[in-house]
């Protein structure tokens, strides 16, 4: 028996050194066959068997196989290469790039890069050509139309206004709430801050926001990560979804000289219609007053205000980038330049920033990179609101009276009427300067010790100060003596994030990746405002030559603290898994409640891998993934307990006095809670791509500020109470319809909606107003409403479904429609969001002619032009031209009683006049007349024609040249009478949307541009 043993054991370390001695190690490097440069991290593996490899950060491998064995090089964004092994001990590999399986990398949370096959969450990745194309020097507004599930509102045509995004509806029952999603360039976070001048509201400047600031020529893709299972690893900031900016970065080989130049034409889109049949005057006759309601004008000039006071304006901008580098370190610069003359009149706007960027690769496992860029900015705009501004005395102008001429032989505004301020005057003497400097930098570091493991630490800064004059002279009706103000605003966000990343193969058909990572985040705002009143020295523009100051300072402070895991698995790159957590810490909320986590799952399953698919002619890929998730949201500072201000001193005594606002000192953060499901299907080789996507969110714990008792010797409690759903669907489909060598066909198109309802309200609180009435209409949030829902006061009409006039307008005992009364009680008659939007586009290319068009669409959504009463008011718009005639309503009178009414047609004649139209109850006041009207629109958002010129044209210098014009908001289309119903009266910042007509009006722009590359 021991002999058997000994002889079986011999046998067996005869075979196993039989095997052995017929493998051997074989080693080399992988390259990219496109720039010679060698590839870290692609997988080696045997054909048939489970024994595999990796290549280093170098791309060197070695793996052990026999002889006739086959080798599978396979790395995501490459054509897979599949070798025999032959006598030779070294294999060297050139990868070539595969522009299909490139198309599937987006860059994702916390910067990685990751195959879209994998993702169980929708995101969209917009690339740098489709951010630049429109020459917008906000790279927001090049969004529009684009990206689904994601609205852009632009806050008008002032030179340098800035724009507000939003994806997937409101998440927040408070007014004061931030519902615009996180910013990261670079795996760093930077602000997106709109600091509306004097305060939250909004109407009197059109302020930029602060991504505004970032040069879109420096920009090579930005990710639009929508729900809670995309943003999850970014933590409370990002509750509101993520935009994830990757920047470009040069690359080894010959250096790269790139120089764009553009030049625009900007005009006013839309203006309000007037009459010119009648003049200056009150009831028919000529009088001193504001209106226009005097005489017939009978051959007498007219002259239109809006014509006059817009004016062309124009943007040019240049842009210088350098780049290149080799395997050890690359370098890219940038200098770029944009100087804006706005259509208003004495209105600018400048910037200029300047990137330096650069990696270098220290050994194999060392890699350093990091950027720094300065941005400088700044601009002058006139005064706009609600309840004056250029704007405001520019709709009230009569029609008589020419408003360029303004100016006196003493240099004294010159107006036709004491009541109202000339705008061309007003511009040019209330207005708001500022020049904001900014740096954002970064520096990072990669150590791999292994294949398979990897650490990445990255810090990085965003600091602006942006320093504020408004300026109003003396005389002008908003401030007879003068004032002005002065405003300092400082902002310093420190980010640290270190990640560890661990990436192995669990046998042939499984592979797994661990991310661990940590987050700190510190935050710190000033804001010092001096203002002075009763000017000594009129036409100073120095705070200085004032006699009566008012300062006051808001400092704040803010401190967040994460830990992170994300755990992923994929079995044969078929059936992805993924968990991922993260607890924050944040200095907002009390000590007890200030450590929060939350979770997410999601799967993806590619089920066009299954073997009766794989080569299915038709349907070539094939995905449904499935996803929930949830994120916190903390409160902003000084939200808990009670604070104290100091007050101006009087009489030499300084003073304390306690806020009116008072924090639960159990405040809890916000919680959204997100699932979503969806699919991707890409048919006839992947000619033809459909995404689809429905999600819902629910916002739970939301911090708002409630109305208490005066009694209790405050007004505001700050809490938590409230719930908001939105439910979303997306629609994407892109088609190649042609593609050949020398021609070119795409189209794509995009649908979306999203549905938000209140599920809950805080206790003993009926209702939030999210704006103020102006004058009439106003956004109100109740328990089973829509956030946007708009209330006001409609024409009364017959409810009766047995009367054959119901639904008719129920005309009163005097002849004119009914306003509902009392007033105290106000009605649901609209939503200021969509019913949904779409964007349909397509790009034909002609050898080296493209040219390429996107249509914007939007359904439903009413609009309330604020401005529009004033136009009737004074007589100007050109719906008061019916005056002085006789009419009948069409509608039913009641001549019964309110218990038992007797319907009957109207036939009473009544007079349409001045006091018709100035007469709230009878006009002004119900929503049919006072400005509310449908914000539907189709617009062609971008069109453009470029031209390659022929190499025999630019000699061997340039690389290549090419010459387009673009135009943007070109043409409209909307049941909406007045300016543009897009642009938003309270600005960037403003959660308040719908409201229009009072800012600077929206534009569209014609662009001549010139791209030359060295």
């Known amino acids: 028996m021991k002999k058997r043993l000994l002889f079986f054991l011999l046998s067996f370390v005869f075979l196993v050194s039989h095997v052995f001695a017929q493998q051997k190690a074989v080693t080399g490097v992988v390259i990219s066959a496109e720039d010679q440069l060698p590839i870290p991290g692609v997988s080696i593996l045997v054909k048939g068997s489970s024994n595999s490899a990796q290549s280093d950060a170098n791309g060197a491998y070695k793996i052990f196989v026999s002889p006739g064995q086959v080798l599978i090089f396979n790395f995501l964004g490459m054509k897979k290469k599949e070798i025999t092994v032959g006598n030779t001990n070294t294999i060297n590999v050139s990868l070539e790039g595969d522009s299909r399986a490139l198309g599937e990398v987006v860059v994702t949370a916390l910067g990685q ?35 689904v599930g994601v609205q852009i509102t632009s806050s008008g045509g002032a030179a340098g206004s800035g724009s507000r995004i939003q994806i997937r509806g409101v998440n927040s029952l408070n007014p004061n709430a931030n519902n615009q999603p996180l910013f990261i360039i670079d795996g760093i976070p930077v602000s997106n801050n709109t600091d509306n001048f004097g305060g939250s509201g909004g109407d009197s400047y059109q302020n930029t926001n602060r991504f505004s600031d970032i040069n879109p020529d420096d920009i090579e893709s930005m990710t639009i990560l929508k729900g809670p299972s995309a943003s999850v690893l970014y933590g409370l900031r990002a509750a509101n979804g993520a935009v994830v900016v990757t920047t470009k970065s040069g690359k080894a080989g ?58 062309t304006g124009h943007q040019l901008q240049n842009s210088l980038t350098f780049s290149g580098g080799n395997e050890k370190a690359t370098y890219f610069t940038s200098i770029a330049n944009s100087e804006q003359s706005g259509v208003a009149q004495d209105s600018k706007y400048g910037k200029t920033s300047v990137r330096l960027a650069g990696t270098l690769r220290a050994s194999d496992k060392f890699k ?128 640290s994030n270190f990640i560890a990343k661990a990436t192995k193969k669990l046998g042939s058909d499984w592979n797994s990746t661990l991310l661990l990572g940590h987050a700190f985040t510190h935050i710190d705002r000033s804001s010092l405002s001096t203002t002075g009143t009763q000017s000594v020295v009129p036409n100073m523009e120095s705070i200085k030559y004032y006699t009566v100051y008012t300062s006051t300072s808001a400092p704040s402070k803010k401190n967040i603290i994460g830990v992170f895991a994300d755990l992923k698995f994929d079995y044969k790159n078929q059936l992805y898994f993924s968990l991922t957590g993260r607890n924050d810490w944040s200095s907002t909320l009390p000590a007890e409640n200030r450590s929060f986590f939350y979770p997410s799952a999601s799967v993806a399953y590619v089920f066009t891998e299954l073997p009766f698919l794989k080569d299915n002619s038709v349907l070539s890929f094939g995905k449904f993934r499935a996803s929930y998730a949830e994120v916190g949201k903390d409160a902003d500072p000084y939200q808990i307990g009670v604070y104290y201000n100091t007050l101006q001193a009087f009489n030499g005594v300084s003073g304390i006095n306690r806020s009116t606002t008072i924090g639960s000192e159990n405040l809890k953060p916000e919680r959204t809670k997100g699932i979503e499901f969806g699919g991707e299907f890409r048919f006839f ?30 007004d505001v409690f700050v809490t938590n109470a409230g719930e908001i759903r939105n439910n979303s669907i997306e629609l994407m489909l892109n088609a190649n319809i042609i593609n050949t060598s020398n021609f070119k066909w795409d189209v794509n198109a995009n649908w979306s909606q999203t549905k938000g309802r209140v599920l809950s309200m805080p206790p003993g609180v009926n209702e939030i107003t999210f704006n103020p009435e102006s004058p009439w209409n106003k956004q109100i949030i109740k328990a089973g409403g829509r956030p946007g829902d708009w209330y006001g006061w409609p024409l009364m009409r017959v409810n009766d479904a047995n009367s054959p006039y119901n639904g008719q307008l129920l005309i009163g005992a005097d002849g004119y429609p009914i306003v509902p009364q009392p007033l105290a009680t106000s009605y649901l008659i609209g939503n200021a969001f969509p019913d949904w939007t779409g964007g349909l586009g397509s790009s034909l290319s002609y050898k080296g002619l493209t040219f390429s068009f996107l249509f914007n669409f939007r359904k439903g959504g009413y609009v309330n032009d604020i401005s529009k009463w004033q136009r009737y008011t004074t007589g100007i718009g050109a719906e008061t031209e019916m005056r002085n005639t006789m009419v009948v309503f069409t509608g039913a009178r009641n001549t019964g009683t309110d218990a038992n009414p007797v319907y009957v047609q109207n036939d009473m004649q009544v007079p349409i006049d001045q006091s018709f139209y100035n007469n709230a109850f009878r006009y002004r006041l119900s929503a049919e007349n006072n400005g509310f009207q449908d914000g539907s629109w189709i617009r062609l958002q971008n069109v453009s024609l470029s031209y390659d010129l022929p190499k025999q044209w630019i000699g061997s210098v340039v690389k290549s040249a090419s010459f387009s014009v673009t135009a943007n908001n070109l043409w409209l289309t909307t049941p909406f009478v007045g300016f543009d119903p897009e642009s938003s009266t309270y600005g960037a910042n403003s959660n308040a949307v719908g409201y229009v007509g009072t800012g600077i009006p929206a534009t569209r722009n014609v662009y001549l541009a010139l791209n030359v590359n060295f």
Do not use: C
């Not at 929708?122 to 529009?144: F, H, M, P, R």
């Not at 080789?685 to 209790?712: C, E, G, H, K, M």
């Open 368 to 495: 350093f990179d990091g950027s720094a860029n300065y941005i400088h900015s700044g601009g002058k705009n006139p005064r706009t609101g609600v309840g004056s501004g250029a704007i405001f005395y520019l709709m009230k102008h009569t029609n008589t009276v020419d408003p360029s001429d303004y100016l006196n032989p003493d240099g004294s505004q010159k107006v036709y009427n004491s009541a109202i301020d000339n705008p061309f005057y007003f511009s040019e003497n209330s207005f708001l300067k500022d020049d904001v400097n900014r740096i954002i930098g970064n520096l990072g570091a990669d150590y791999t010790p292994t294949n398979w493991l990897s650490f990445n630490y990255k810090v990085g800064i965003d600091n602006y100060t942006d320093f504020r004059k408004s300026y109003n002279e003396t005389g002008l009706i908003i401030s007879r003596t003068g004032s002005m103000n002065e405003q300092r605003i400082g902002y310093s966000e420190i980010n």
């Open 113 to 147: 890069k990751q195959n879209k096959k994998s993702l169980a969450y929708a995101v969209q990745e917009i690339k740098s050509s489709d951010l630049t194309d429109g020459n917008q020097s906000n790279a927001l507004n090049a969004l529009k139309a684009k990206a």
């Open 685 to 714: 080789a992947d000619r033809v791509t459909l995404d689809a996507n429905y999600a819902i969110a629910n916002s739970i714990d939301q911090i708002v500020p409630v109305p208490v008792s005066y009694a209790s010797g405050y």
């Open 254 to 311: 010959k250096a790269n000289v790139n120089y764009k130049v553009s030049y625009s034409f900007d005009d006013v889109t839309n203006t309000p219609p007037i009459q010119t049949r009648y003049g200056n005057g009150n009831n028919g006759g000529l009088t001193s007053t504001v209106n226009t309601w005097g005489p017939l004008v009978n051959g007498a000039p007219t002259y239109n205000p809006y014509d006059l006071y817009f004016k």
